[in-house]
């Protein structure tokens, strides 16, 4: 197949890390493939590292400017699928006219309803196919009024590691300035309100009490990060808490982590905990949204009952005081997350997916 694959976030993100997942499996099942994606943006520059070919287009006007990039290959030569991965890169394939010569597709990731405004519909209405990463998105988009029809569940997936080694444990935990005897609760993810770090810093301080060997080890960067160090202050935890901001090499929060946390409010599904049960981490998450699709509670990790800092503190202490917990969730957890939820099979649903819509 010839595909086009579009994305214009300029930002590190779960669906950029699926982005890139996606078009290194479909290369290296030899697809053609062509990747559209913003100048200065995370995705192009990994890609490019990675030996991926991509057609940068100015961050600034992003939708204009890809649009036309669009028109110009169309004019050369034509795709098979245009598959557009976050709204920008819808908006710039609608107006660049892929979905009369193509068939055009999009991935939906968040849950919220789809906007009423005749433009914002007219390019969900473009699209042959939506897919939904989790069957809570699914119901979303079927509920904004798209015909179910043209809605494909195509889940999230994660590259599978190695386990971690005593080795890269310790040398994580040096790069934290993480003490031997410290229990580490680890979470990753952007900072805003919606993703509850606000519930979670509660949560910890009330684990904590009389614990003083807890550490909060939170990987990301946000808008929320300044009212969330405040907030660590006023609940005297500070000290305990360890705002890494953004983490090139990733891998060391998961290796430094004893117990993942996942606080997000109504999460679609999740990709940095997906990778934190593909580690084999017991993993703690709340009961709504995407997330009960692929943590069975008490098999594959733990859920909250509700976005609550008693709920999660209740979660968190039963984690930390049972090892035994711990070593059995997170083991199912790993198998769980390798046998549905892999890199290997999101690309091998997604090309499925490509195919009913091309047939």
């Not at 889940?155 to 590691?161: A, C, L, Q």
């Not at 040398?171 to 680890?186: P, Q, S």
């Not at 309100?193 to 939170?218: D, I, S, V």
Request: with cysteine; aromatic share 8%.
């Amino acid at each position: 197949m010839k595909i086009l694959y579009v994305d214009l976030e300029t930002q590190w993100r779960g669906g950029q890390s699926q982005a890139l997942l996606t078009v290194r499996g479909l290369i290296a099942r030899g697809h053609e493939l062509a990747l559209v994606a913003a100048r200065s943006g995370e995705l192009a520059r990994r890609a490019q590292e990675s030996g991926i070919g991509v057609m940068t287009v100015s961050a600034h006007r992003r939708r204009w400017h890809a649009s036309r990039a669009i028109r110009r290959l169309f004019a050369e030569t034509c795709a098979d699928i245009v598959h557009t991965n976050e709204p920008h890169a819808l908006t710039a394939a609608w107006l660049g006219q892929a979905h009369r010569k193509s068939k055009l597709v999009f991935s939906r990731r968040v849950a919220y309803p789809i906007g009423r405004g005749w433009i914002g519909r007219r390019r969900y209405l473009a699209a042959d196919r939506i897919f939904a990463i989790s069957k809570f998105v699914a119901e979303s988009v079927a509920a904004s009024g798209i015909s179910r029809d043209r809605i494909t569940l195509v889940p999230e997936g994660v590259e599978i590691p190695v386990p971690i080694t005593d080795a890269q444990r310790f040398e994580a935990r040096e790069r934290f300035r993480l003490r031997a005897g410290d229990f580490v609760f680890g979470s990753v993810g952007y900072l805003l309100p919606e993703k509850g770090h606000a519930h979670l810093l509660r949560a910890f301080a009330e684990t904590a009490r009389g614990n003083p060997q807890y550490k909060l080890l939170l990987a990301g960067d946000g808008p929320e990060r300044r009212r969330l160090e405040t907030l660590a202050v006023g609940l005297a935890v500070r000290d305990r808490v360890i705002f890494a901001g953004m983490v090139e090499k990733i891998s060391e929060v998961y290796a430094a982590t004893d117990v993942f946390v996942f606080p997000s409010l109504a999460e679609p599904l999740g990709t940095s905990m997906l990778t934190a049960m593909a580690y084999g981490l017991p993993v703690i998450g709340i009961a709504t949204g995407g997330v009960p699709e692929y943590v069975d509670a008490g098999v594959s990790g733990l859920l909250a009952k509700e976005a609550s800092a008693p709920a999660i503190a209740a979660e968190m202490a039963r984690m930390a005081q049972n090892a035994e917990l711990r070593q059995r969730l997170g083991a199912h957890a790993r198998e769980h997350i390798r046998d549905n939820f892999s890199a290997d099979k999101m690309v091998e649903n997604t090309i499925q997916a490509y195919e009913n819509v091309l047939h």
